[in-house]
Nanobody, 123 residues
C-alpha cells in the first residue's frame, strides 16, 4: 500500500510559479506510475500530468503543456509538479495519485490518492 501527502499549494498571483510535492510512504514507490489531477469547485476531476515509474515517460493535459513539468525522485519517494505562468483557471485542489499502469490520464487507472493541496491563482 502507498500513502501520499501533497504539499506546496498556496495563493499566488497570475503569472507566478509554484512547485507542488507529493511524498509517498513505503518502499515500493518506484514501482508506481504517478499522476497529478485537479478539481475546481463545481467541476469534475481533471487530469493534469503523469509520469512513468522510472520517470522516462511523461504526459500532460493540453491546458498545461509548456507551463507545467512533472518529475520524480525515487530515492526520496517524492514526485513534483513545477507550475509556471499560472493562470486563474489553474485554481483548484491538486491531488497526486499512484497506479501500477501508466503514465495514464484517466483517474480510474490510479489506486492510491492523496488528500489534496489547494492552489489559488489571483488575477
Amino acid at each position: 500500500q502507498v500513502q501520499l501527502v501533497e504539499s506546496g499549494g498556496e495563493l499566488v498571483q497570475a503569472g507566478g510559479s509554484l512547485r507542488l510535492s507529493c511524498a509517498a510512504s513505503g518502499r515500493t514507490f518506484s514501482r508506481y506510475a504517478m499522476g497529478w489531477f485537479r478539481q475546481a469547485p463545481g467541476k469534475e476531476r481533471e487530469f493534469v500530468a503523469a509520469i512513468s515509474w522510472g520517470g522516462g515517460r511523461t504526459r500532460y493535459a493540453d491546458s498545461v503543456k509548456g507551463r507545467f513539468t512533472i518529475s520524480r525522485d525515487n530515492a526520496k519517494n517524492t514526485m513534483y509538479l513545477q507550475m509556471n505562468s499560472l493562470k486563474p483557471e489553474d485554481t483548484a485542489v491538486y491531488y497526486c495519485a499512484a497506479g501500477l499502469d501508466g503514465p495514464a490520464d484517466s483517474w480510474t487507472r490510479y489506486d492510491y490518492w492523496g488528500q489534496g493541496t489547494q492552489v489559488t491563482v489571483s488575477s
